[in-house]
């Protein structure tokens, strides 16, 4: 792959942020491929054609010395491509803490191994209704609009509930390293870029608010503008590689929009959930009363001793109602009253060992019904569940600009698995007909 042809290089914290970014860069015109580990050179070699190129990680559910171990090869990996930007991708909501999926940590390797200088930190993303404003962070729920601690769902998270909506304070927790902020009377001054430079030079990372299209115009003339000054690592959300798309379209360096022909329905489809999210609650219900099977599962004896019972149990579950003809969902839970987290939490590597579950009863139920379509829902759990399907990349078959953040893939790998088609949806992530508009392909 001719570096000189990367626009983007990226590293997601977990698995539907990494599908997150490459949406989003496909939509802007970007070609962009998602490997699941660090590809040979064969691997990389048919991707040659791309302008990004994404690892996707688990950070978002690591500890720090995890970081330090798998992040620092990652990343060495990532600057060996030598993109214009290399981007570390985090969640939109921020949620993070000093023990699991730590940010400021993820910046520090980042930095030391990018080169020591300024770190751009962008947030906000208006396409997913996120925003900062004044280093706050608000996002939406239902039609509605919270400041992230007071966020129904994100100040309840089970693993790192929100507490503090001023992103460099909840920062200030993780990390040593000085911040500053571009507010949003600062991106309106004339002297935007001397101000920008200023605080570059006097502060390890720089926050950039980001309320709406136009300050979200602004930043990506920023970023694009110091890249090239040493400051080409950037962390934040998608909501970097939107304000990034709207300067490269701006500059004539990316088309801006792409075309994607739906793919139309299948006759079934398999889900597996591991979210305790109010709105997989909500997807899950509608399908139910729309033609889908569920199976419930019990996430306790799916992590506990003699777990492989359990996975035989939905395992058969799940194939018997595929074999009708019928379309299955298989999850953990029904809500957040239904979350067993406390519980799960008591067993080392519980969470982790979940996904995997998950990701057993899905690669089973492909393969001996020759599925072509499957989704796993919820963040932590797709991140660890695909790891069990033996997928080395992925790629856009069908972004879904009505609920963006959760596209349709295709899969590439060996055996059955080259060509399926799978959509990884995090909890907070969707319409309500989220499992049926997957399944109808449009």
Same mark, same amino acid.
């Given at each position: 792959?001719?570096?000189?042809?990367?626009?983007?290089?990226?590293?997601?914290?977990?698995?539907?942020?990494?599908?997150?970014?490459?949406?989003?860069?496909?939509?802007?015109?970007?070609?962009?491929?998602?490997?699941?580990?660090?590809?040979?050179?064969?691997?990389?070699?048919?991707?040659?054609?791309?302008?990004?190129?994404?690892?996707?990680?688990?950070?978002?559910?690591?500890?720090?010395?995890?970081?330090?171990?798998?992040?620092?090869?990652?990343?060495?990996?990532?600057?060996?491509?030598?993109?214009?930007?290399?981007?570390?991708?985090?969640?939109?909501?921020?949620?993070?803490?000093?023990?699991?999926?730590?940010?400021?940590?993820?910046?520090?390797?980042?930095?030391?191994?990018?080169?020591?200088?300024?770190?751009?930190?962008?947030?906000?993303?208006?396409?997913?209704?996120?925003?900062?404003?004044?280093?706050?962070?608000?996002?939406?729920?239902?039609?509605?609009?919270?400041?992230?601690?007071?966020?129904?769902?994100?100040?309840?998270?089970?693993?790192?509930?929100?507490?503090?909506?001023?992103?460099?304070?909840?920062?200030?927790?993780?990390?040593?390293?000085?911040?500053?902020?571009?507010?949003?009377?600062?991106?309106?001054?004339?002297?935007?870029?001397?101000?920008?430079?200023?605080?570059?030079?006097?502060?390890?990372?720089?926050?950039?608010?980001?309320?709406?299209?136009?300050?979200?115009?602004?930043?990506?003339?920023?970023?694009?503008?110091?890249?090239?000054?040493?400051?080409?690592?950037?962390?934040?959300?998608?909501?970097?590689?939107?304000?990034?798309?709207?300067?490269?379209?701006?500059?004539?360096?990316?088309?801006?929009?792409?075309?994607?022909?739906?793919?139309?329905?299948?006759?079934?489809?398999?889900?597996?959930?591991?979210?305790?999210?109010?709105?997989?609650?909500?997807?899950?219900?509608?399908?139910?009363?729309?033609?889908?099977?569920?199976?419930?599962?019990?996430?306790?004896?799916?992590?506990?001793?003699?777990?492989?019972?359990?996975?035989?149990?939905?395992?058969?579950?799940?194939?018997?109602? +595929?074999?009708?003809?019928?379309?299955?969902? &298989?999850?953990? !839970?029904? =809500?957040?009253? %239904?979350?067993? $987290?406390? @519980? *799960?939490?008591?067993?080392?590597?519980?969470?982790?060992?979940?996904?995997?579950?998950?990701?057993?009863?899905?690669?089973?139920?492909?393969?001996?019904?020759?599925?072509?379509?499957?989704?796993?829902?919820?963040?932590?759990?797709?991140?660890?569940?695909?790891?069990?399907?033996?997928?080395?990349?992925?790629?856009?078959?069908?972004? +879904?600009?009505?609920?963006?953040?959760?596209? &349709?893939?295709? !899969?590439? =790998?060996?055996? %059955?698995?080259? $060509?399926? @088609? *799978?959509?990884?949806?995090?909890?907070?992530?969707?319409?309500?007909?989220?499992?049926?508009?997957?399944?109808?392909?449009?």
């Amino acid at each position: 792959m001719a570096a000189r042809n990367l626009l983007l290089s990226y590293y997601g914290d977990d698995l539907t942020g990494s599908t997150d970014v490459m949406e989003a860069l496909e939509l802007g015109g970007v070609p962009t491929v998602l490997f699941m580990r660090r590809p040979d050179q064969s691997m990389l070699a048919r991707f040659s054609h791309c302008r990004a190129v994404g690892l996707a990680g688990t950070s978002r559910s690591e500890t720090p010395q995890w970081m330090e171990e798998n992040l620092t090869p990652a990343f060495e990996w990532l600057r060996s491509l030598d993109a214009a930007i290399c981007h570390y991708k985090i969640c939109s909501t921020f949620d993070s803490s000093p023990a699991v999926g730590n940010i400021g940590r993820a910046t520090e390797i980042g930095r030391r191994i990018f080169g020591g200088a300024s770190v751009p930190m962008v947030v906000g993303a208006p396409q997913l209704k996120r925003y900062t404003a004044f280093g706050n962070l608000f996002a939406a729920f239902r039609g509605a609009y919270f400041r992230i601690d007071r966020h129904p769902v994100m100040s309840r998270h089970p693993v790192t509930p929100m507490d503090e909506a001023d992103l460099l304070v909840h920062l200030s927790r993780q990390s040593n390293l000085s911040s500053g902020l571009i507010d949003l009377a600062t991106l309106q001054a004339d002297d935007l870029a001397q101000a920008v430079d200023r605080l570059l030079q006097d502060k390890d990372i720089v926050l950039f608010d980001v309320d709406g299209r136009e300050t979200q115009k602004r930043v990506g003339e920023q970023l694009w503008r110091i890249h090239g000054k040493g400051h080409g690592f950037v962390v934040g959300s998608s909501g970097a590689e939107y304000a990034l798309l709207a300067e490269w379209a701006a500059k004539g360096i990316v088309s801006g929009h792409a075309a994607f022909a739906p793919p139309g329905p299948v006759d079934r489809l398999a889900v597996v959930s591991g979210s305790v999210s109010p709105t997989t609650e909500k997807q899950i219900r509608h399908a139910l009363a729309h033609g889908f099977d569920g199976v419930e599962m019990d996430a306790m004896r799916l992590v506990s001793e003699g777990s492989g019972e359990a996975i035989e149990q939905a395992v058969a579950a799940g194939l018997a109602s +595929l074999a009708r003809g019928r379309s299955v969902i &298989l999850y953990t !839970a029904l =809500g957040p009253q %239904a979350d067993r $987290g406390a @519980e *799960i939490d008591r067993i080392e590597g519980a969470r982790n060992a979940l996904g995997r579950a998950l990701g057993t009863i899905l690669r089973r139920l492909i393969a001996e019904q020759k599925l072509k379509r499957a989704v796993i829902a919820g963040g932590d759990t797709s991140s660890h569940a695909l790891g069990q399907l033996a997928i080395d990349a992925l790629t856009v078959r069908m972004p +879904l600009p009505q609920s963006p953040g959760s596209p &349709l893939c295709v !899969a590439h =790998g060996g055996g %059955a698995i080259d $060509g399926l @088609e *799978i959509a990884l949806k995090g909890g907070q992530v969707g319409t309500d007909a989220y499992f049926e508009t997957i399944r109808l392909g449009g």
